[in-house]
């Protein structure tokens, strides 16, 4: 015989194909016998018509396109025969989906042999149509379908059962049909009816609020005495697993009572015996029983509050924790996470099994107990439970460290009672994990050590002792490095000393070769030796005894490979060597940090995006209420990650104006500091403080020319001050300049609100003694969001202003856009003005009012000036 023949047996294809070597041998066999196939259907063979249909179905599983089959299919279920049926429905669920028009045409074919007299034929329809009905057919053929769930056979109603769901799942308005026929096969003593049934009645009350509601009133009682029945059955070998009958069942019928049970008190009471009897009756020994279990307590947790059971519950779960099967443990977890929310204390009894389970040697459990305790943590147990987080981090993987460092960080700073158990649980963190430690957690403990000025001894100690033996962590060193620089003279006179400490003496030699290990050990970065030469600048002012050996540290740097290294030794240096008479002052102690407003920022609630205009960037001073540039930020050389890049640069303004390298290791977010009243922004870099308000009108350069008696040029200073040098062009609208430390940010100020009319008078935005700037307000129809702002500056000093450049800031909910100045030369004693439009968008309009920082910066006799200040009285409505 012709292998490739419409004769040829299923079997003989299927071991033709088996023996090919190759695809192409495969494929090559698959074409032969489709080309057969096709033959036999153009010949109308109905010999061998199940036979082909039958090898069609293989090829179809193999991968091959099977279509010019699709209508065999339906010409062997229009055959009176029972085995020309069963393969013409076999072909039809396997070759065709829903979605194929050809399945209109078998509609009638079904209709049919859903009322024929053989109930095989009868399933064969069902069992087709809960697999690949549509929702035409569905609407057609479910008058016939609820007519057979109370067919005499059980196979039959089971079968109608599961067709029924699929039905109202396609159409959910005919839910209402089957609301009577499902509530009868509760009843059913055949387990297999019951079973799908429950499904039945469950699918039902997703989709009808109507079926619920009859469900709940007619139907829970007999649900209850049904699963009360199946818990006290006897031994039923029919349907006994693992010694429980019929565990499948159990689990459907709790299943629905949850359902039922949510949101109704009543409904919840009648079911409390039985899920208690369920609860603690079962055998847990076997996984069946545990899953029953598990339904259980799913069940428990859903309905109406009953405080005991879900005690009851809870302990079941306590109990699962201490199950060798680690999917029964983790399911536990799961559950335990959810229970927590209804009956925290409950949970809380089972906390010492949770802490053994996040030891686990499974990866999967470990994570999943550490999220469970980092839920059960408060403030009263904090203490015992990071206590033992922190012991079980010494001994830890490698790859668990980051997210156990991550959740005991969190847990310290969120229920810390007080600040020096949050600095010593901290130091013990960067000891052993400091290489884990995201950057804003170790900028939030400088921020906490800065505010804690009774400490500040007791801490430079502490990590002075930490950082001898730790010298790995990255973390530990940043803020060892930060607090010796700060505070070294504390840590050589022991100033502070508690009674919990230990004396330690340390000289000022000492302190010097510490922060000079930080900088000659080649694994630490960029950032970390940055921080340790400005903390050798810094005491340097603290130990003059030290000063030509911390000079010499310095000076080494200046044939560093890193750029950034060389050019803050070479800046240092030169404040070493000329300036001697403002060191002291430049190097004080930095103020206290504000940490409210730092967590604000931390939280992300101070996004800005950041516009300029065309001109030459300089420096400028605030009129209004002068802020301070962030110190935290300057000092660590950091700038925001959730700074928005600025609409317009040309060249990198910050780089040029600070003459540093924001290299995106050092740019952890969220550190930026609210300003304080008289600081410049080249001493916030330096981290020496704010100035006396008076000298809140003068610039960086009038700062440092009257400090000295010689009035040495700017330069001198290698471009820490150095603005005049910045080129003309260095800013252009379409390039983004990383300017948010230069702005110091939008600390969160409170608006104002002015009740303006519609017309939207003209504000007068900012005003110093030389200089005012006008707001006039205009909307474009049907853009309420959109506010066209042309700001006019006039000149209210007897000097001309050249060089004239205005910049501004918004929050996020804002978009700005900056138009080109009509001049850069702005004329004295008010004899002219210089015009520029703004457009903002604000995104919240009618929720939230504009707000603004700007700076204008501007040359007057051949010297920058720089002014700055914050608009935050627009009217309403803009």
Sequence with gaps: ????????????????????????????????????????????????????????????????????????????????????????????????????????????????????????????????????????????????????????????RKKAALCSIRIIKKVPDLAENFINPASSLLKEKHHGVLITGVQLCMDLCKVSSEALEYVRKKCIEGLVKTLRDIANSPYSPEYDIAGITDPFLHIRLLKLLRILGQGDADASDCMNDILAQVATKTESKKNAGNAILYECVETIMSIED????????????????????????????????????????????????????????????????????????????????????????????????????????????????????????????????????????????????????????????????????????????????????????????????????????????????????????????????????????KLSSRFPSCSERIKDIIVQNKRSLMLELQQRSIEFNCILQKHQNIRSALLERMPVLDEATFSGRRAGSLHTAISTSTGAPHNLQNGIAKPAAAPIADLLDLSSDDAAAPSSSGGDFLMDLLGVDLSPASAPSGTSQPPKAGTDVLLDLLSIGTSPPAQSSSSASDILSSSQDNKAPLANLNGLASLSSLPANATSPASPVPMMDLLDGLGPIPQKHEENGPAYPSLVAYESSSLRMTFNFSKQPGNPQMTLIQATFTNLSPNVYNDFLFQAAVPKFLQLHLDPASSNTLPASGNGSITQNLKVTNSQQGKKSLVMRIRIAYKMNNKDVLEEGQINNFPRDL
């Excluded at 292998?3 to 294809?13: A, E, Q, V, Y």
């Design 1 to 156: 015989m012709n292998p490739f023949s419409s004769g040829t047996r299923l079997r003989d294809m299927i071991r033709a194909i088996r023996a090919c070597k190759t695809a192409a041998e495969e494929r090559a066999v698959v074409r032969k016998e489709c080309a057969a196939i096709r033959a036999a259907i153009n010949e109308n063979d109905q010999d061998y018509r199940h036979r082909n249909l039958a090898k069609l179905m293989f090829i179809h599983m193999l991968g091959y396109p099977t279509h010019f089959g699709q209508m065999e299919c339906l010409k062997l279920i229009a055959s009176a025969g029972f085995p020309e049926k069963r393969i013409g429905y076999l072909g039809l669920m396997l070759l065709l989906d829903e979605r194929q028009e050809v399945l209109m045409l078998v509609t009638n074919s079904l209709k049919q042999d859903l009322n024929h007299s053989n109930q095989y034929i009868v399933g064969l329809a069902l069992c087709a149509l809960g697999n690949i009905c549509s929702a035409e057919m569905a609407r057609d053929l479910a008058p016939e379908v609820e007519r057979l769930l109370q067919f005499r056979d059980p196979n039959v």
């Design 306 to 537: 009953n405080g005991g059971l879900r005690v009851l519950a809870i302990n079941i779960l306590g109990r699962f924790l201490s199950n060798r099967d680690n999917n029964i443990r983790y399911v536990a977890l799961n559950m335990l996470m959810k229970a927590i929310v209804v009956d925290a204390q409950a949970v809380q009894r089972h906390r010492a099994t949770i802490l053994e389970c996040v030891k686990d040697s499974d990866a999967s459990i470990r994570k999943r107990a550490l999220e469970l305790v980092y839920l059960l943590v408060n403030e009263s147990n904090v203490k015992p439970l990071t206590k033992e987080l922190i012991e079980y981090l010494e001994v830890s993987d490698q790859e668990f460290k980051g997210d156990l460092t991550a959740k005991i960080c969190s847990l310290v700073e969120k229920f810390s009672p007080e600040k020096i158990w949050y600095i010593d649980q901290m130091l013990k963190v960067l000891s052993e994990a400091g290489n884990f430690v995201k950057d804003e957690v170790w900028h939030a403990l400088i921020v906490v050590i800065s505010n804690a000025s009774d400490l500040h001894g007791y801490t430079v100690r502490a990590l002075y002792r930490a950082f001898q033996t730790s010298t790995e962590q990255e973390s530990l060193v940043r803020v060892a490095v930060w607090c010796i620089g700060e505070y070294g003279d504390m840590l050589v006179n022991n100033v502070g000393m508690l009674d919990i400490e230990e004396p330690i003496t340390v000289t000022e030699s000492d302190t010097v070769d510490a922060v000079e290990v930080a900088i000659k050990r080649h694994t630490l970065d960029l950032t970390t030796k940055a921080m340790a030469l400005i903390a050798l600048l």
